[in-house]
T-cell receptor, first 114, second 112 residues
Framework: KAGVTQTPRYLIKTRGQQVTLSCSPI?????VSWYQQTPGQGLQFLFE???????NKGNFPGRFSGRQFSNSRSEMNVSTLELGDSALYLC?????????????FGPGTRLTVT | LAKTTQPISMDSYEGQEVNITCSHN???????ITWYQQFPSQGPRFIIQ???TKVTNEVASLFIPADRKSSTLSLPRVSLSDTAVYYC?????????????FGSGTRLQVQP
C-alpha cells in the first residue's frame, strides 16, 4: 500500500507570495491533518480534515487555510508569506478522525521563504 | 488539552534498554497516550499507543500507571538506528477535540 505523498518536496518562495501544498493520503484514509515543524517551535498542529470538513484547527493566523477534496486529497494554502513561515510542513492521514487510529505521516514539504 | 513533559535528551549505548518517561498530569479520562519516533527530515512514525497498564508490540513497550499521570516508553536493546526524537502525545478520543500537540520530544542518541 502506498504511503502518504506530499508535493512538492521542496519549495522556495518570496515574502508576500502565496503557496499551495498538496497531500495525498493512504488509500482508504479519510482524515488528513497538517502540521508545521520548525526548530524553534517544534511540531505544531495546523488543522484536520475529515470527509471534506475541517474538524479541528490549531492556533495559526487566517493566512493558513486548507481544504479536502472528495477523494480525501488535501491542500493547504499560505497567503502573504512571511519569513517565519519557513518550515517543514507535514501531512498525516488516518483511517478516521478517531484518536484510536494511528496517523501516518508523509515526508513533508520543505518551504523556504526569502 | 493535557500538556506533556519529557526529558530533552538521553544518551544510551547499543544493546541497552532505554526508558523514556513522559509526564501528563492533566490527562483526561478519555485520552489515549501515543508515542511517535522521528528521524531527521522525515515525518513522525507511530510507535505505540495505550490507555492503561501495559502495551507491548514488536518494537516497544508502554507502561502506564494506574493514575495515568505519566507513561514510560521502553525500547529493548537499542541499536544505532534508534537514534531519533521520540514524542509523547496525549490524544483525545473525542474527535471534536483532536488537536495533536507534539511537544519538544526527547532526542535519543545511541552510541556504539
Amino acid at each position: 500500500k502506498a504511503g502518504v505523498t506530499q508535493t512538492p518536496r521542496y519549495l522556495i518562495k518570496t515574502r508576500g507570495q502565496q503557496v499551495t501544498l498538496s497531500c495525498s493520503p493512504i488509500s482508504g484514509h479519510r482524515s488528513v491533518s497538517w502540521y508545521q515543524q520548525t526548530p524553534g517551535q517544534g511540531l505544531q498542529f495546523l488543522f484536520e480534515y475529515f470527509s471534506e470538513t475541517q474538524r479541528n484547527k490549531g492556533n495559526f493566523p487566517g493566512r493558513f487555510s486548507g481544504r479536502q477534496f472528495s477523494n480525501s486529497r488535501s491542500e493547504m494554502n499560505v497567503s502573504t508569506l512571511e519569513l517565519g513561515d519557513s518550515a517543514l510542513y507535514l501531512c498525516a492521514s488516518s483511517f478516521t478522525a478517531a484518536s484510536s487510529y494511528e496517523q501516518y505521516f508523509g515526508p513533508g514539504t520543505r518551504l523556504t521563504v526569502t | 488539552l493535557a500538556k506533556t513533559t519529557q526529558p530533552i535528551s538521553m544518551d544510551s549505548y547499543e544493546g541497552q534498554e532505554v526508558n523514556i518517561t513522559c509526564s501528563h498530569n492533566n490527562i483526561a479520562t478519555n485520552d489515549y497516550i501515543t508515542w511517535y519516533q522521528q528521524f531527521p527530515s522525515q515525518g513522525p512514525r507511530f510507535i505505540i499507543q495505550g490507555y492503561k497498564t501495559k502495551v507491548t508490540n514488536e518494537v516497544a513497550s508502554l507502561f502506564i500507571p494506574a493514575d495515568r499521570k505519566s507513561s514510560t516508553l521502553s525500547l529493548p536493546r537499542v541499536s544505532l538506528s534508534d537514534t531519533a526524537v521520540y514524542y509523547c502525545l496525549v490524544d483525545p478520543m473525542d474527535t471534536g477535540r483532536r488537536a495533536l500537540t507534539f511537544g519538544s520530544g526527547t532526542r535519543l542518541q545511541v552510541q556504539p
